[in-house]
C-alpha cells in the first residue's frame, strides 16, 4: 500500500479527484500532515466518514521511527529504524542562523568512494519518499521546533533516488508541506550528469552542491569511481550550463585529505579548473573513520590552499565542523546499526 507521505500536492489532489472530493481537501489533508503533525486519518476530524474510510483503505500511514540519539552541544544525530528494519540516519545542526537536517537518501551507497563511510557499504535499496520525509517531520516533533534548513548530504547518492527525491523536494517546499523555502535546500550529488540536467530544468530554486574532491580526473576516479563515467571535463562543463541556464551559484564541495588532494599544486590546478565560475568552492575537512585509512588535512595547510584559492579569486570557505565527536558528521552516517 502507497503511503500517504509519498505524494506530492498535485498526486494527492488527483487522489482525490478520483474519489469525486473537491480539490481544497488537499490542502486540508496536508494541514493536518504538516501543520499539525497528527499521526492517523481518524484525527482529521474535518473529513468526512466516508473520505477517511476511503484514505484508510487505499493508503498506509507507515512511520520510520527513532532508534536512538546522540547529542553534542551543537548537533543532534538520529537512527531511525524502517518499516523492513533497516537503518538510516540523519542530523539536526544548530547554526546561529537556524536549525539544519541532514537527511539521508538511500539505504547505503553504490557509488563506493575511497573515502566514504556511506560507500563501503553497498547500496540496499532507494528510500521511499514517505522515508526522507518523515526523518524531518520525526526531528521537529522531537523538538517541538521547525526546521529551517536541509541539506541532503547523509547516507546515499540523491540522484541515484532521483524521483523520490524530487518529489521530497516538493513536499518539503511547498507552503501547505513543510514550507521550506528552496534557497533554504541543498542537495549534494557526486556528478551524476544525466541527472543534473534534468534537475536544472526543474522550477525549482533549489541549491546544488557537487562533490569535486579532485582538480583531475587520474585523482578524482581514484577517489571517486563515478568520474569514469563522468569524467570532470563533462562535469564542468554540465555546471556551467546550469549556472547560466538557472542564474544560481554552485556549491564545489572539497574534502580535505592529508597528502592526497591538499599540495598547492592541487589548489592551483582546482583554481584553473573554476576559473570565471560561479561558484564557491567548501573546503571540508575530512573525519576520520576507523575501517578507512584517509586522514584529515593538517589545519595550516587547509589554512593555506584556502589562501591560495582566494588568491586566484575563488570564493572559498572551509567547513565548521559538527557533530566530529559523536561521528555525526554529514558523509560520516552509517546505515547499519551498532557497529
Ligand atoms: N552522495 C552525495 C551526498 C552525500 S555525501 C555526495 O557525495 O555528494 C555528502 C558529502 O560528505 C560529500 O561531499 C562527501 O564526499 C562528503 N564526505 C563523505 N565522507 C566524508 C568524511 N568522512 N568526512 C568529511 N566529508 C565526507
Ligand atoms: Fe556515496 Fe556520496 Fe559517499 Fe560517494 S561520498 S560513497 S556518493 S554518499
Given at each position: 500500500m502507497n503511503n500517504i507521505y509519498n505524494y506530492d500536492y498535485d498526486e494527492l489532489t488527483t487522489?482525490?479527484?478520483g474519489y469525486n472530493e473537491k480539490s481544497y481537501r488537499c490542502k486540508q489533508i496536508w494541514q493536518w500532515l504538516y501543520q499539525k503533525k497528527v499521526l492517523s486519518f481518524d484525527e482529521m476530524t474535518n473529513l468526512s466518514k466516508d473520505l477517511i474510510s476511503k484514505l484508510k483503505n487505499d493508503l498506509?500511514?507507515?512511520y520510520i521511527k527513532i532508534k536512538t540519539k546522540q547529542e553534542s552541544d551543537l548537533t543532534k544525530k538520529y537512527l531511525?529504524?524502517?518499516?523492513?528494519g533497516n537503518y538510516i540516519e540523519a542530523v539536526l545542526m544548530m547554526h546561529d542562523y537556524g536549525l539544519s537536517v541532514c537527511v539521508s537518501s538511500q539505504v547505503g551507497c553504490n557509488m563506493g568512494c575511497a573515502f566514504c563511510e556511506s560507500g563501503r557499504l553497498k547500496k540496499v535499496r532507494n528510500l521511499e519518499t514517505y522515508e526522507i520525509v518523515e526523518q524531518i517531520l520525526l526531528i521537529e516533533r522531537d523538538l517541538n521546533k521547525r526546521i529551517d534548513s536541509v541539506v541532503i548530504m547523509g547516507i546515499g547518492e540523491p540522484f541515484d533516488n532521483y524521483d523520490n527525491i524530487i518529489r521530497f523536494l516538493k513536499i518539503i517546499n511547498n507552503p501547505y508541506?513543510?514550507?521550506i523555502g528552496a534557497r533554504h535546500i541543498?542537495?549534494?550529488?557526486?556528478?551524476i550528469i544525466p541527472k543534473i540536467k534534468e534537475f536544472m530544468m526543474l522550477p525549482l530554486q533549489i541549491n546544488l552542491a557537487v562533490s569535486l574532491h579532485a582538480p583531475n580526473d587520474e585523482l578524482r576516479s581514484r577517489l571517486m569511481p563515478v568520474n569514469k563515467a563522468y569524467p570532470l571535463n563533462d562535469l564542468i562543463s554540465i555546471l556551467k550550463e546550469y549556472i547560466v541556464k538557472t542564474n544560481r551559484r554552485i556549491t564545489i564541495e572539497y574534502v580535505m585529505l592529508k597528502g592526497v588532494n591538499d599540495s598547492d599544486e592541487h589548489a592551483l590546478e582546482l583554481a584553473s579548473l573554476l576559473k570565471g565560475m560561479n561558484v564557491y568552492v567548501n573546503l571540508i575537512p575530512y573525519n576520520e573513520t576507523s575501517h578507512i585509512e584517509f586522514k584529515r588535512a593538517d589545519k595550516d595547510i587547509i589554512m593555506k590552499f584556502y589562501d591560495l584559492l582566494k588568491r586566484k579569486g575563488i570564493n572559498v570557505t572551509i567547513r565548521k565542523e559538527f557533530g566530529a565527536g559523536i561521528d555525526a558528521a554529514c558523509g560520516q552516517l552509517r546505515a547499519k546499526e551498532g557497529e
Open positions: 487522489l482525490l479527484e498506509s500511514f507507515d531511525f529504524e524502517l518499516t523492513d508541506g513543510l514550507a541543498t542537495v549534494s550529488t557526486s556528478g
